[in-house]
């Protein structure tokens, strides 16, 4: 049973796909708890199940079996609807591809999480402002993704994914398109801002070393089973 | 999301993509002109034909003849069985009708066979009293000369056809004297010998032939007096109190001489009552027959006229409706091209917290945007190529010696209803392609590449 510290509790969770005709187990009966304020990191092996992992957490996805409790919420027990509520107020993502909306301005991108939650119209220019200052990018605020670096315009997905003040942030190999110096400065400003803002993060990577130096957990997963979870990094090592 | 958003993201994806965008909203707008244009062009012609019926005065007249009137033998006569007994459509009874409510004139149908002497030469015709109301009633519109210049004057206005055999050159005989040769009717005192011996009614009237100068004021195209009566389209038009105070001998008199002997008294063959408006005429015409009179109205030639328009119109919306379900695909083909461009940005903004209605929403409005500047655009278009074909048929008309005509017609109704009809059609068009955007798994869609 998930106790107040736990922010995320996978309880004997299975994924099956079928496709064409096979069916495909990408997540195996994974336990795993998260606790509040933990900076998680899954590790693993390409096709080893972790994206799958994460959307799951994220409520982009339902599992074939198991249950996922995510701040004190049985996702299995919410509707489509309240899924995407989930999404909206208690989750933020970013991702590989940093996915910004190349025809909209940084600001506009940042904005949209505000008009998917219904923010005022009012409070959201001064909620933008912030989470663009949290990424150190004020001056770029009418600038498109592509006028940006990847670094940038990771820190912007950053920014957009924090303008809800989510409760907990999932992230899909957010340096997996950075070299290592930008990469290991996104998961600086990941661990500040874990540390400033108390959020649970869960980040799906391939780069152990990054891992092992700013995550406070590694979770080590192959072919759908959650192959380790006990390693913890030693704060010494940051 | 609040519709303000939906629709602020609704008009930006729009702007994104303006050039294919823009010429699927031609095309709706192409659409909707074809359907405007048409159904103007039926409206423009029933107005024509309603406005040209109703200055005629034949649908809110109601024609009033004695119940003993043989016209319309062989036909069943309804009148026939009422209780009402006939009476005799005199000049009593015409003051009668003039007190009934919502008539605005009672006028006597004054025609007569005749001859005109016009320079020395003899022309039979038959001769029509007009009444001054007739001035409005669009007949003489486009009228070469002038209409009578008081109800009493001494004037007349011919038939083109007949102003031809009067001279080679019509025009020329406006301004001109002809002479009107007529027989006048005078009674006679009642004889009491007579009704003694012969057991036959008495009185009667003579016959004096008398003649009186016109001048001709105008020449007509169209035949204002048509179906006026029954006895054949009038020729020579003259004023209606003119024409009555000349006493003429008409057809009816002798079938009257040798029904009663109230020969000195004035009698008319029919009367005109003229209606307030066309809905009053039903009412108006039970009232007449309650007199004891038999009384018709072309109300039911009008209502088939509604009729035969309803059906018009409906055959051009469908006609007009074909180019807008073409335009329809182009939606439906527009939105499914652009789910497949947007398939990641669906996946984005489901990953941020849109539901599936958020997204349908979106496609919907989308859609619903192209068919509101769709519908505005194809009214305005519409209503240009009306104005279009009135432009080549005024020119057409005008080559061929006629009046203009408005022939297009948009009214406030058709322009509310092309759009709403527009935007409807549109939303239609985007529920398959806003149903399979909703539907798409936001991890295949954040995976597409």
Known sequence: MPNAETAIQLDRVSRQYSMGGATIQAVNDVSLSIARNEFLALLGSSGSGKSTLLNLIAGLDRPTSGSIMAQGQNLAELTSIELARYRCNTIGMIFQSFNLLPRMTLEENIELPLRLAEVDRGERPGRVREALERVRLTHRLGHRPTELSGGEQQRVAIARALVNRPKILLADEPTGNLDSATGEAILSLLHDVQRQLGMTIVMVTHERPLAERYADRLAIMGDGTLLSASETVKEGAR | ?449
């Open chain 2, 1 to 449: 999301m609040k519709p303000r958003d939906l629709t602020d993201l609704a008009f930006r994806n729009l702007r994104e993509a303006i050039l294919r965008n823009a010429l699927t909203t031609l095309g709706v707008a192409v659409g909707v002109a074809s359907l405007v244009a048409m159904l103007s062009l039926g409206v423009g012609l029933q107005e024509l034909a309603s406005k040209r019926l109703s200055q005629s005065g034949l649908f809110d007249t109601i024609f009033v003849t004695p119940k003993n009137n043989f016209r319309g033998m062989g036909r069943p006569q309804r009148e026939m069985q009422s209780d009402t007994p006939p009476r005799t459509l005199d000049e009593d009874a015409r003051k009668e009708m003039e007190k009934l409510p919502n008539v605005i004139e009672v006028y006597p149908q004054i025609r007569f066979f005749t001859e005109v002497r016009f320079n020395n030469r003899p022309f039979a015709t038959v001769v029509a009293g007009m009444p001054e109301s007739s001035r409005n009633s669009g007949s003489f519109d486009g009228m070469q000369g002038n209409f009578f210049s008081s109800p009493t004057a001494n004037e007349a206005i011919l038939q083109i056809e007949f102003a031809k055999d009067l001279s080679e050159k019509p025009a020329s005989l406006i301004g001109q004297d002809l002479a009107l040769r007529y027989a006048e009717r005078q009674a006679l005192p009642v004889n009491d010998d007579s009704s003694t011996t012969s057991g036959e009614p008495s009185g009667g009237f003579s016959v004096v032939p008398k003649e009186l100068r016109l001048k001709i004021v105008g020449i007509v195209e169209t035949e204002p007096a048509a179906g006026y009566g029954g006895y054949g389209n009038a020729r020579l038009l003259m004023p209606l109190s003119t024409a009555s105070t000349l006493r003429a001998a008409q057809v009816n008199d002798l079938r009257d001489i040798v029904r009663d002997n109230t020969a000195n008294k004035t009698t008319y063959p029919s009367l005109s009552v003229r209606a307030k408006s066309p809905s009053q005429v039903e009412t108006l015409e039970a009232s007449i027959k309650s007199m004891g009179f038999a009384a018709f109205s072309l109300l039911d030639a009008s209502k088939s006229l509604r009729t035969f328009f309803s059906v018009f119109d409906l055959l051009l919306g469908i006609f007009g409706s074909l180019a807008l379900a073409v335009a329809t695909l182009g939606i439906v083909n527009t939105l499914v091209m652009a789910i497949l461009e947007r398939r990641r940005e669906i996946g984005v903004l489901k990953a941020l917290g849109a539901a599936d209605s958020d997204v349908q929403q979106l496609f919907f409005v989308e859609a619903g945007v192209m068919g509101l500047f769709g519908g505005f655009f194809g009214v305005l278009f519409g209503w240009l190529l009306g104005r279009a074909i009135t432009f080549g048929t005024n020119v057409y008309l005008k080559r061929q010696n006629l009046n203009p005509i408005e022939l297009s017609s948009v009214p406030w109704w058709l322009v509310i209803a092309a759009i709403v009809f527009a935007i409807l059609v549109s939303l239609a068009a985007g529920l398959y392609p806003a149903s399979r955007a909703a539907k798409l798994n936001p991890v295949d869609a954040l995976r597409y590449e």
